[in-house]
């Protein structure tokens, strides 16, 4: 995987540098990695090199949003615009498990971490 991922940089990087590649992206707690990271035009993940200044400003506008229907209606955008231009293909999410042992309660399932502030073992 090191090889794969190289410096994560381009140029650096076969799966930056690849003309087309499969990457696992682990779960995010929020959208605005996946939007930003792989799709905007000067993305750090951009393995796609997709440049598209529309995107761009709908992402920009879905991050500044500052109500619910603003948010709903921008992405309602960008989703039109993805399947239009299908830079790139989400082709899977997996389900999560967060297996425990009966003894053990307060573990809360949640993708990206395990949060043990509330956890207690029964004897």
Known sequence: ???????????QSDWLD???????????????????SPLVSDGSWNAAHFKNATYD??????????DL???RKAASDIQKL???ETPVIFSYFPDLLVPVRKTVSGVP???AGLLLDRVSVAS
Do not use: C, E, M, W
């Not at 995987?1 to 140029?11: R, S």
């Not at 400003?57 to 500052?66: E, N, P, S």
């Open 1 to 11: 995987q090191d090889k794969y991922y190289g410096k994560a940089v381009f140029g």
């Open 18 to 36: 690849s003309p087309l590649g499969i990457t696992d992206y682990a779960h995010r707690s929020v959208p605005n990695v996946f939007l930003k």
């Open 57 to 66: 400003g709908l992402v920009t506008g879905y991050l500044k949003a500052l």
């Open 69 to 71: 229907d603003a948010q």
């Open 82 to 84: 993805l399947l239009d």
């Open 109 to 111: 399932p949640i993708a």
